[in-house]
């Protein structure tokens, strides 16, 4: 790679994540002190990877087949290896049929790519993996988020649906939280909107059912409304992925799931290992109750609730806790896992600990000791709780976008509520706005008035004189705008040092703010975690225009937090009662309403007032 440009926009990238305490490597495996580490870190739940019987396979199907598969499947690259293991999965799980891929993000993809396309949408719970995240938004169809194992809010949506097919993607266990899907539920959902129901069994498979899985614990293995999709690289030790489905899906996934079609098939080894695995697990299900009595000692001893899977997860206050806690554990001799922001859902950092069936309860007891000690020691304040009253909510992410239904709407008021509610709520955030429009150098724009009523810090991207859209007001000054790059560059410099930050729009979510003509919904997408706050008037035609706006940000996979009514007056009308309480309605709901003539208010009113005014934000928060 060549050119300053790319050198200086690496070098920065890399400052910024030294800053934010998420610079991630990839170092060699080391013995400690002569002896090897304990691995409490790794996906090998069963630790089958080292199980001479599955060692055996891989040499086997070596000396079989050699050592690549060489082509597609679709060509010469499906080998006996290959069905054998598709019957071993089929069998361990209680489904029709299988089809493997070469990575488990490979099936994911393929799966929802395949089972979409033209009059369909995608309904993802928003701690879905990021693979699935990936998945819909390459599938080039509307999608959108439900709040975390919340059946009620799939329901609403499935609901409001427009597409004639409906995907309806989760994870049988979540590998952070660690909490279970409600898969009864969320199936008898899906039947009865006639939708699909696609389970990620990543870290259910080995585990749960006896091994079988949580789909097949539940009696949904066979439904013919659930896909299941399963990685190979976690408690069946190799690597690869499946699709585990009736016949007549699989046949469909053949034709049309292009990273089936367009990959090389799984190597051989890979192959062989993974069908050994899984005849041991369907022939042994104390491997899945080891699991279980181990993460039971681990959780005992942390002081933590036992998840329903292999991974215990341990809060800690900050990434650079979490980091500094798991680099002494390894120079202690016990490898640990380390969840940070953007990585987990609810930006809270944890260590990730597992539970293997290989280890003995000593070795178990002996390191979860120590991981304790470690952990508490690198405790710079009391652990944040995640499983708060609010967990069915959405999520609160690091950028909150405030966008407008239209001009003059009340997004700057409503910037600086919703800072003063977060301040209320012993958090520090910073607002910036990438263009200032109709505002001469020296005079206070939105940023002063926010910074005057909230007492945050702000900062501006570009400020242009005339009262129009930043596009053709920089032409008309001959000033070239900042690029997106520059914009979520100043952002993501805000976050390093703040909670939140709030990034306030020019008008529309669809105003263009660059040279290149991107917008604000472009702005969104580019950040690691971001979702929208939709400013809209209680009058007439506002249920239109918040509707385009909802379907504009849905439609990019943008989640909308929920609408605030920027300038409620004091006399409301029947018609602005009734805009409100159907807004309120709606999937993503009201966060509240400013009242007409706040920014006129003293600060330390605006203040004390502002958490009323958004109740919505405050259940986020877990605020009164």
């Known amino acids: 790679m060549s050119g300053t440009v790319w050198d200086d926009w690496l070098a920065e990238r890399a400052a910024l994540r030294v800053e934010r305490g998420t610079v991630r490597s990839d170092p060699v495996l080391r013995d400690v002190g002569g002896r090897a580490p304990l691995d409490l870190a790794s996906n090998d739940y069963l630790g089958l990877s080292r199980d001479p019987r599955v060692v055996a396979a891989a040499h086997a199907a070596i000396d079989r087949h050699g050592a690549g598969a060489t082509a597609s499947r679709l060509v010469t690259g499906t080998l006996p290896v290959h069905r054998e293991l598709e019957a071993a999965l089929a069998q361990l799980t209680g489904q029709t049929s299988a089809l493997v891929f070469s990575t488990g993000y490979a099936a994911n993809l393929g799966v929802l790519t395949a089972l979409s396309g033209r009059g369909a949408e995608i309904l993802l719970d928003e701690h879905a993996h990021a693979s699935l995240h990936d998945a819909a938004r390459m599938s080039r169809v509307p999608y959108a988020t439900f709040r975390h194992n919340d059946v009620a809010d799939l329901d609403t949506l499935l609901a409001a649906r427009r597409g004639s097919r409906v995907v309806v993607a989760v994870e049988s266990i979540y590998s952070v939280l660690g909490d279970a899907a409600p898969l009864v539920a969320l199936a008898e959902a899906v039947a009865r909107h006639d939708a699909l129901l696609v389970v990620d069994e990543a870290h259910g498979i080995g585990v ?46 053949v034709n049309t799931a292009r990273s089936f079609i367009f990959d090389t098939g799984l190597a051989p080894a890979a192959a062989g290992a993974a069908a050994e695995a899984a005849r041991l697990v369907a022939s042994d299900p104390s491997l899945a109750e080891r699991v279980r009595s181990n993460a039971a000692l681990i959780s005992g001893i942390c002081g933590i609730d036992q998840s329903a899977g292999a991974v215990q997860s341990i809060p800690m206050p900050s990434p650079g806790s979490a980091v500094a806690a798991c680099l002494e554990l390894r120079e202690r001799g016990v490898l640990v896992g380390c969840f940070r922001p953007p990585s987990v859902p609810d930006g809270v950092s944890r260590l990730r600990v597992t539970a293997r069936a290989d280890l003995s309860p000593a070795e178990v007891e002996a390191a979860a000791r120590l991981v304790a000690e470690v952990a508490t020691r690198h405790e710079e304040h009391p652990r944040p709780n995640p499983q708060s009253s609010v967990q069915n909510l959405p999520l609160l992410p690091r950028v909150l976008i405030v966008t407008g239904t239209d001009t003059d709407v009340g997004k700057t008021v409503v910037t600086a509520a919703t800072a003063a509610a977060l301040v209320a709520a012993g958090l520090s955030p910073a ?28 900062r501006e991207g570009a400020r242009l004189r005339e009262p129009m859209a930043p596009r053709p007001a920089a032409a008309l000054e001959g000033t070239t705008l900042p690029t997106l790059a520059d914009h979520v560059a100043e952002i993501t410099a805000l976050t390093a040092s703040h909670d939140h930050v709030l990034v306030e729009g020019a008008g529309g979510l669809l105003v263009e703010l660059t040279e290149a003509g991107e917008t604000l919904a472009d702005l969104a997408l580019a950040l690691a975690d971001a ?57 993503d709901g009201l966060l509240g309403a400013v009242p007409h003539g706040a920014p006129t208010r003293d600060p330390a009113q605006f203040h004390d007032a502002a958490p009323t005014w958004l109740p919505g934000l405050g259940q986020r928060l877990g605020t009164p």
Not at 432 to 444: L, R
Not at 571 to 584: F, G, K, Q, V
């Open 208 to 253: 749960a059912g006896q091994g079988r899985g949580l789909v097949a614990e539940v009696g949904l293995a066979g439904a013919p409304s659930v896909v299941v999709t399963a990685t190979l690289s976690k408690s069946l030790g190799s690597q690869g992925g499946a699709v585990l489905c009736r016949s007549e899906v699989r046949e469909h996934l």
């Open 431 to 458: 607002a910036y706005k990438p263009v200032q429009t109709g505002v001469a150098p020296g005079e206070p724009g939105d940023m002063g008035e926010v910074e005057r009523l909230a007492g945050i810090p702000t």
């Open 531 to 587: 979702a929208a706050i939709i400013v809209a008037r209680s009058s007439l035609g506002t249920l239109n225009h918040t509707m385009l706006t909802r379907e504009a940000l849905q439609g990019r996979g943008i989640r909308s937090l929920g609408t605030v009514l920027g300038s409620w007056p004091a006399s409301p009308s029947h018609l602005e009662r009734t805009n409100r309480d159907h807004l309120a309605a709606r999937p």
